[in-house]
């Protein structure tokens, strides 16, 4: 009982300090000339901006001319690589989005209070504060729109907070949560560009030419043991059995891959495989430069045989390739990232509960989560048709 008192006064004096930072930020926005940038607010990783690319060709389409992401400094590289952005706004958004770091905050929003633009557009984010609103309120630019009270808006609750951000933005569009984020992007583009577009997960030749595939390798599976939340990482040794059961269905070989950061969940799934599996693996190091090592792993989804993967960036990245992939998933994105009705090529393998669409507040506070737990090797093998 005490737990839950201190738990929803939490809730309720985040969302009032959130409330009183909108107010306070929406009081100090400028109203200077506009320029002709269009910005392009995203709280994002490899995976949404992946997920983002067809919505920013058509912003970029629309406005006749390059767009500037406001987004983690960590994306810089991809987005200037694409071709789609002339200009990067750099945060670090794991502090940004923390009211534990409000000092880093508001000396961003100050300096971001400087910019002008054509328009403003602010894309979904899982991001739990009101960063972006903040963000979008600062910019003065006679054009706002903004994807509004999605599911991860837990601490947005409240009609003063939904009735002072109607007052930021020109037109907002309704999260539809019945229906996945690529879904609810397009209708958001439909929305700013003034005309139905269509739903696409393909077009990652922007990013051409990529590291050829060894033709001496053969066919191989990729696997993607890790992911850049750990609790979203399902066991070793569960990803051993599955990957050994494709192997010897398949005849493949293997490519296993990961971040620097996830080089122990590479390790632990190599040491996990079997002895003859083992002989046929390759343990792919990422390079020194990111963009290049992104690049790599590009390359080495889009001439997989099969992937099997968390639920993470390399997924979106195999849609849009169009490549056979496995994905492992739990409940915490359910509806929005996964499953994606629109990725025909991915078999979504999971274990369901009663909890799913927790956004990540998992009320068992287990790690990884529990319904990840809960999947067991031969359940996802027998999923896919992999039976011993």
Request: aromatic share 10%; charged share 25%; with cysteine.
């Amino acid at each position: 009982m005490i737990k839950k008192f201190l738990l929803g006064l939490k809730r309720v004096i985040r969302q009032n300090l959130e409330l009183s930072e909108l107010a306070f930020f929406m009081l100090l926005r400028q109203r200077g000339r506009a320029n002709d940038r269009v910005l392009v607010i995203q709280n994002s990783h490899l995976g949404d901006f992946v997920l983002s690319i067809t919505f920013f060709q058509r912003l970029q389409k629309h406005y006749q001319r390059k767009l500037v992401l406001v987004s983690d400094g960590g994306m810089k590289d991809l987005a200037m690589a694409s071709g789609l952005f002339e200009d990067f706004i750099a945060l670090d958004m794991k502090k940004a989005s923390s009211l534990k770091h409000s000092l880093y905050r508001w000396k961003k929003l100050f300096q971001l209070r400087k910019i002008s633009a054509a328009a403003v557009v602010q894309l979904f984010s899982v991001g739990a504060t009101d960063l972006e609103d903040c963000i979008a309120s600062v910019i003065a630019a006679p054009e706002k729109y903004g994807m509004v009270n999605g599911v991860y808006s837990s601490q947005r609750w409240g009609k003063r907070y939904k009735w002072l951000r109607r007052k930021i933005f020109t037109q907002v569009h309704e999260y539809d949560a019945t229906v996945s984020l690529l879904a609810n992007e397009k209708r958001f583009s439909d929305l700013i560009c003034g005309e139905s577009g269509s739903v696409d997960t393909g077009g990652l030749n922007m990013f051409d030419p990529l590291p050829p595939k060894d033709v001496s390798w053969g066919d191989y599976l990729l696997l993607i043991p890790g992911s850049n939340d750990v609790r979203r990482r399902w066991e070793a040794e569960k990803f051993a059995v599955l990957t050994a059961r494709a192997v010897r269905k398949y005849q493949l070989k293997v490519v296993i891959s990961g971040s620097p950061d996830e080089a122990a969940a590479v390790q632990s799934c190599y040491d996990a495989l079997p002895c003859d599996v083992k002989k046929c693996v390759l343990l792919r190091q990422p390079q020194v430069d990111k963009l290049s090592s992104l690049k790599q792993l590009m390359s080495d989804v889009k001439h997989a045989a099969l992937v099997i993967t968390n639920d993470t960036g390399p997924l979106h990245l195999a849609a849009r390739f169009h490549v056979r992939t496995f994905c492992i998933t739990g409940g915490w994105h359910w509806g929005v990232f996964s499953p994606c009705a629109e990725y025909k090529n991915v078999c979504f393998i999971h274990h369901k509960m009663e909890c799913y669409g927790c956004g990540g507040s998992c009320k068992y506070r287990s790690i990884p989560f529990k319904c990840l737990q809960e999947l067991s090797a031969e359940a996802a093998a027998d999923a896919v048709g992999l039976e011993e």
